[in-house]
């Protein structure tokens, strides 16, 4: 599975951006899909994830109720919708799928990965 994110930019705190991953090369219907973030100096961390029939959402604490994750199947694409960005929200934005049979939101849990897109929430 191939996963390519895009979406990423400058955005002020307050604003709203959304990231796509399009995904290719496998069963997009097979999969679990995640975000993940990182930021300079720290752990790789779960942001959302959504299973394969997109019945089970997570997502992380500090994103609750500003995040929304979602995914279309005739696009074999997955969505971050973020809203109210925080400069704390600046991070390298990573989308993953996992081929697992069980869903979770665990970042060792997911074998095929992007490349990234920054992101950046100005104070």
């Known amino acids: 599975v191939q996963l390519v994110e895009s979406g990423g930019g400058l955005v002020q705190a307050g604003g709203s951006l959304r990231l796509s991953c399009a995904a290719s090369?496998?069963?997009?219907?097979?999969?679990?899909m995640g975000w993940f973030r990182q930021a300079p100096g720290k752990e790789r961390e779960s942001v959302a994830a959504?299973?394969?029939?997109?019945?089970?959402?997570s997502y992380a604490d500090s994103v609750k109720g500003r995040f929304t994750i979602s995914r279309d199947s005739a696009k074999n694409t997955v969505y971050l919708q973020m809203n109210t960005l925080k400069p704390e929200d600046t991070a390298v934005y990573y989308c993953?799928?996992?081929?697992?049979?069980?869903?979770?939101?665990?970042?060792?849990?997911?074998?095929?990965w992007g490349q990234g897109t920054q992101v950046t929430v100005s104070s």
């Open positions: 959504i299973s394969r029939n997109a019945d089970s959402l």
């Open positions: 090369g496998g069963t997009f219907s097979s999969v679990h």
């Open positions: 993953a799928a996992s081929s697992r049979y069980y869903f979770n939101s665990y970042y060792g849990s997911y074998n095929y």
